[in-house]
């Protein structure tokens, strides 16, 4: 029973901050790499931001500079700080963990928490 799950959602301003929260069960969390994505209606799930095992990230551009993923492996936790919110991040946001071990490849994803910025 794996389970990923989101909090740290709601409705803010543009301009404001929003802390997700992503706690991973079931999984040796430190032997995946964890992810972010969002998605809009309308629109295909996007990668928003990535964390390896090792701590390496990776952004989108589009919130290069005003998001931050982190992990903290004791806590089988991942955030995605949120900083310069835009109407255009109003998403729901997904969390994900990932292992690939040679052929075998796992992704799972949580249930997801709306983010809405108004203008």
């Known amino acids: 029973q794996v389970h990923l799950l989101e909090s740290g959602g709601g409705l803010v301003q543009a301009g404001g901050s929003l802390r997700l929260s992503c706690a991973a069960s079931?999984?040796?969390?430190?032997?995946?790499?964890m992810g972010w994505y969002r998605q809009a209606p309308g629109n295909l799930r996007e990668m928003v931001a990535f964390?390896?095992?090792?701590?390496?990230?990776n952004y989108a551009d589009s919130v290069k500079g005003r998001f931050t993923i982190s992990r903290d492996n004791g806590k089988n936790t991942v955030w995605l700080q949120m900083n310069s919110l835009k109407p255009d991040d109003t998403a729901v946001y997904y969390c994900?963990?990932?292992?690939?071990?040679?052929?075998?490849?796992?992704?799972?994803w949580g249930q997801g928490t709306q983010v809405t910025v108004s203008s």
């Open positions: 964390i390896t095992t090792g701590g390496s990230t």
């Open positions: 079931g999984i040796i969390f430190s032997l995946h790499d």
């Open positions: 994900n963990a990932e292992f690939d071990w040679f052929g075998t490849k796992r992704d799972y």
